[in-house]
Structures are given as structure tokens and as C-alpha cells.
């Protein structure tokens, strides 16, 4: 764990989650939390500041949850399988061989462990996330069940209301902006699928007349966008896909903010309280120019 951990930020997954406001931050600081699966899962000191919960403002929180596993993988399983069933002169049945090699690998590999960083905003009750993987969906269920909630929710946007090809086209056209607030970066990834196989295009310089005539004919020919890469103030560049997911984030001064946090760690308290500050507020900006626009009467799919 080194404490640049603490500000990586290259996707964000965003839920919709009502914490009850009362003792909010009270309750988070003394989370215990569940084992699952042999994975442990910790709401941590921060290593910078010594704190769990950070206040940002008037309506942010920031806090990260540390995950523990041992990193088995089904090769490590079936090897270690295959070698005990060579050597079993007991006669054990195979259930009882897999176990046993589970066990072991359990014993004897290294723990590992991950980092995962939340934004709270107070406000509009969004919940933001450095990581999509499973293991964090794990830390996800950990807080709804700390708070009893029954769930939290994912904003599911049809890609008929969101309309970016048509955006793409009016700005092709028109010159017309995508979105207010955020900018965008003149590149389009399109992709064209059917029953047999998906293609991509991608479509760079479409502020010049012929990377415009190339998006328009690929639209016109059955393209459709895939991802549309932006830029906020910038602080950051992204990725902005059609399922409004955001991925590919390069933060300006990360490298150089990083280096500085790993180096002098305690010593950088202020640089680390200004990062995290500006990439809560950048992600407010980035959610209400593209994400908040669509939520009125929108599907919301329950997680889980």
C-alpha cells in the first residue's frame, strides 16, 4: 500500500445512495465490517492525514475501504488439484481433494490487499468510486449493509434518451456542443455490430473537415458511438461511453502529486487535502453536465 493509493482515479463508478444523515460520519469511522469469502474489508486511517472520514467542503466526504484476500486464481486451483491427486494414496474423492488444495493455497500465499476510494456528495445523495471490479462491489454491499439500507441504485440511461449519436451529429453539423461544462476533445470511437461480429472506428480530429466527413459517413454507413473522449476544466481528460460510464481518466499533476505523497507522506497533508478536494469538485462538474442532465424519469436499476 503506498499512499499515491489514495488518490489513483482512472475510472469512477457512481451510485445513486441515500446514507442517512445522522451520524454519518460517526457511523463510517466505526464500521466493522464482514468477512466474505475469506475477503476482508476495512474502512482505514488514512496513512497522510491519520483520518478515516474527510470533510470537502460543505456536502463531501471522502474515505476508502481496504480490501485483504489471498489472490487464488483457478490455474493456482487446478494445479495444485492435479499434484495432490497424483500423490493420494488415501483414495480421497475429488470434492474433498479441491477443498484441500483450496486450504492450502490459503496457508500459504501472501495476503493481498487493495484500496478503494469514495466521494459522498451530501447534497445529491451520489456515491462515487475508484473501481468497477467485483471485489469493490463487495465493499459497495459492506456499507448498505452498515447503514441497513436495502440497496443502493445505478442510473441506467437508454441510449434513444441519451441521444449521443445525435449529438455527435448536430455538432458535426451545427458545431454545436455535446454537452455544457465539460469539453469536448474532437475524437469519437464509434462501433457498428451485428449478429456476426463488431467493428470500431475511430474517428480523431473531427474539428477539421475531414475528420468530420469521416464521422459523418461512418454514422451514415451504421456507426454508432461508443465512447467520446472529453475533457473537464483541464483538470482531466476521459472517456465518456454510451452507458455514461467514465474511464480512461488522466488527471493533470497526478504523476507529480503521486511522487510527492510517496516521498514525504505525512509531510504533504495540504497537497493531499487540495488533490482530493479538486478531483471531488471536477467529478461534481463532470456528473451534473453529463450524468445529472439525465436522471429525471429515468430507469433506476436496483443494485445488488
Known amino acids: 500500500m503506498k499512499n499515491s493509493d489514495f488518490i489513483k482515479m482512472t475510472s469512477v463508478s457512481i451510485y445513486s445512495m441515500a446514507f442517512p444523515t445522522d451520524k454519518l460520519v460517526e457511523t463510517l469511522e466505526n464500521a466493522i465490517f464482514d468477512t466474505v469469502n475469506n475477503q476482508k474489508f476495512e474502512l482505514i486511517h488514512n496513512p497522510i492525514t491519520g483520518e478515516k472520514v474527510h470533510k470537502l467542503g460543505e456536502n463531501g466526504l471522502f474515505f476508502s475501504i481496504r480490501a485483504e484476500y489471498k489472490p487464488i486464481t483457478a490455474i493456482m486451483l487446478s494445479s495444485k488439484y492435479y499434484a495432490m491427486m497424483q500423490d493420494n494414496p488415501e483414495g480421497r474423492a475429488e470434492e474433498e481433494i479441491i477443498q484441500l488444495a483450496h486450504t492450502e493455497l490459503m496457508q500459504t500465499l501472501p495476503t493481498?490487499?487493495?484500496?478503494?476510494?469514495?466521494?459522498?456528495?451530501?447534497?445529491?445523495?451520489?456515491?462515487m468510486m475508484n473501481s468497477r471490479s467485483q471485489r469493490a462491489k463487495l465493499a459497495l454491499t459492506?456499507?448498505?449493509?452498515?447503514?441497513?439500507?436495502?440497496?443502493?441504485?445505478?442510473?441506467?440511461?437508454?441510449?434513444?434518451?441519451?441521444?449521443?449519436?445525435?449529438?455527435?451529429?448536430?455538432?458535426?453539423?451545427?458545431?454545436?456542443?455535446?454537452?455544457?461544462?465539460?469539453?469536448?476533445?474532437?475524437?469519437?470511437?464509434?462501433?457498428?455490430?451485428?449478429?456476426?461480429?463488431?467493428?470500431?472506428?475511430?474517428?480523431?480530429?473531427?474539428?477539421?473537415?475531414?475528420?468530420?466527413?469521416?464521422?459523418?459517413?461512418?454514422?451514415?454507413?451504421?456507426?454508432?458511438?461508443?465512447?467520446?473522449?472529453?475533457?473537464?476544466?483541464?483538470?482531466?481528460?476521459?472517456?465518456?461511453?454510451?452507458?455514461?460510464?467514465?474511464?480512461?481518466?488522466?488527471?493533470?499533476?497526478?504523476?507529480?502529486?503521486?511522487?510527492?505523497?510517496?516521498?514525504?507522506?505525512?509531510?504533504?497533508?495540504?497537497?493531499?487535502?487540495?488533490?482530493?478536494?479538486?478531483?471531488?469538485?471536477?467529478?461534481?462538474r463532470i456528473e451534473k453536465h453529463t450524468l445529472l442532465t439525465f436522471t429525471q424519469d429515468t430507469k433506476l436499476e436496483t443494485f445488488a
Not at 475528420?211 to 459523418?216: C, P, R, T
Not at 472517456?239 to 460510464?245: A, F, G, H, S, V
Open 112 to 127: 493481498v490487499s487493495e484500496i478503494y476510494n469514495f466521494f459522498y456528495n451530501t447534497e445529491t445523495e451520489l456515491l
Open 142 to 284: 459492506q456499507l448498505i449493509h452498515l447503514f441497513g439500507l436495502a440497496g443502493m441504485k445505478s442510473i441506467i440511461v437508454s441510449d434513444e434518451k441519451l441521444g449521443l449519436n445525435q449529438k455527435l451529429e448536430d455538432y458535426l453539423n451545427n458545431g454545436t456542443p455535446l454537452f455544457k461544462g465539460v469539453e469536448f476533445d474532437f475524437e469519437a470511437t464509434l462501433v457498428r455490430e451485428n449478429a456476426d461480429e463488431k467493428a470500431y472506428l475511430t474517428c480523431k480530429h473531427v474539428d477539421q473537415p475531414s475528420g468530420k466527413e469521416k464521422a459523418l459517413q461512418a454514422l451514415k454507413d451504421g456507426f454508432a458511438v461508443q465512447s467520446l473522449k472529453m475533457n473537464c476544466l483541464d483538470d482531466v481528460k476521459f472517456k465518456l461511453d454510451r452507458q455514461l460510464e467514465i474511464r480512461s481518466m488522466r488527471w493533470t499533476g497526478m504523476a507529480k502529486t503521486a511522487n510527492k505523497l510517496d516521498r514525504q507522506g505525512t509531510g504533504c497533508t495540504g497537497i493531499f487535502y487540495g488533490f482530493i478536494q479538486n478531483q471531488f469538485d471536477v467529478l461534481n
